[in-house]
């Protein structure tokens, strides 16, 4: 099956600094990214679509100033959290769909703000 | 928008039983998925169920999607440790972005 990576799995960074999270896919090209995060003991959250070569589309809620995307290209899709806080400290997932219907999950990210 | 509701938030098995988990929508389903998910990892593709009345099996979890299609059920029969972990039914909300909404998840342990 398809294949979607996340890099990286675990990041640790100090409150006011900026964390990059990419997502890539594999073995396929996707127009089509979503991020998603995930508080503990709770369901995903959508944050926003990320389409190839457009600006991104971001829920109801969510900072786009905070919460920069950038899908440069075909396969790769990246997440960055500006000026981080401990409020922000969360498990991120990023999907890359193929075709109208078939979405396919990276393993996720753990980011901790001291 | 369309809700997933599932039920129950948690549940505790001793191995060997059998257990089921409902997902319910407040809209039509057009595609029904089923995830599960262990903790701090990402998500494990079980099931999708797109057709009212579909049933499909994998192992020991079976899926159905009721005729009506704003409810699917999975059912784990003797269950086992390995099972234990987060189950999400998600649905695609249609439109153009057409991204992925989750349900609650149900948190299921099972003792050994």
């Known amino acids: 099956g398809a294949v979607v990576s996340q890099h990286p799995s675990r990041v640790i960074c100090k409150s006011g600094t900026s964390v990059k999270i990419e997502c890539r896919s594999l073995?396929?090209?996707?127009?089509?990214m979503f991020w998603y995060r995930q508080f503990p003991k709770k369901s995903l959250m959508l944050m926003a679509t990320s389409n190839e070569g457009s600006k991104a589309t971001y829920e109801q809620g969510v900072e786009k100033d905070k919460f920069l995307i950038n899908h440069a290209s075909l396969t790769l899709s990246t997440l960055t959290v500006t000026s981080a806080h401990p409020e922000d400290s969360s498990f991120y997932i990023c999907s890359a769909r193929i075709g109208t219907n078939e979405q396919f999950f990276g393993p996720g990210t753990r980011l901790t703000v001291l | 928008s369309q809700e997933l509701e599932q039920s129950p938030q948690s549940l505790i098995v001793q191995e060997g039983k059998n257990l089921t988990i409902n997902c319910t929508s407040s809209k039509t389903l057009y595609g029904l998925y089923w995830y599960k998910q262990k903790y701090g990892e990402g998500l494990i593709f079980l099931m999708m169920?797109?057709?009212?009345?579909e049933e499909k099996s994998h192992e020991k979890i079976t899926a159905k999607l009721d005729e009506k299609k704003q409810q699917s059920s999975l059912h784990i029969t003797a269950s086992q440790p390995s099972h234990a972990g987060i189950y999400l039914c998600?649905?695609?909300?249609?439109?153009?972005?057409?991204?992925?909404?989750f349900g609650a998840g149900t948190r299921l342990t099972v003792k050994p």
């Open positions: 169920l797109q057709k009212g009345g």
């Open positions: 998600g649905a695609l909300r249609g439109g153009y972005n057409n991204d992925m909404r």
């Open positions: 073995d396929f090209q996707a127009t089509t």
